[in-house]
């Protein structure tokens, strides 16, 4: 009797393991598909990231962005507070 309630348990976590992986892939694949359509309706060319290397040129070029962004807003902040008018 142990034995047919251990089987009938393991069955159903394989159940749940097939349904969960089937669930993740759809979401990932949809996921991906929105935006690749979301960013060509924009006009954004998406890199293509094939490797590794890609992947690591890509995220180079994201954080030199970002940076270069947040040191020219950084430059703003000081000009506008230095030209303040001080009480």
Request: no cysteine.
């Amino acid at each position: 009797m142990k034995a047919l309630g251990l089987l009938s348990l393991l069955l159903a976590l394989l159940i749940v393991a097939v349904l969960t992986r089937k669930q993740l892939s759809a979401t990932h694949q949809g996921a991906s598909g929105v935006a690749a359509s979301a960013a060509s309706s924009a006009g954004i060319d998406l890199p293509k990231v094939d490797n590794a290397d890609d992947a690591r040129r890509v995220q180079q070029r994201v954080q030199d962005d970002m940076n270069r962004l947040t040191q020219g807003r950084a430059s703003e902040v000081d000009r506008g507070v230095e030209g303040a008018d001080k009480p």
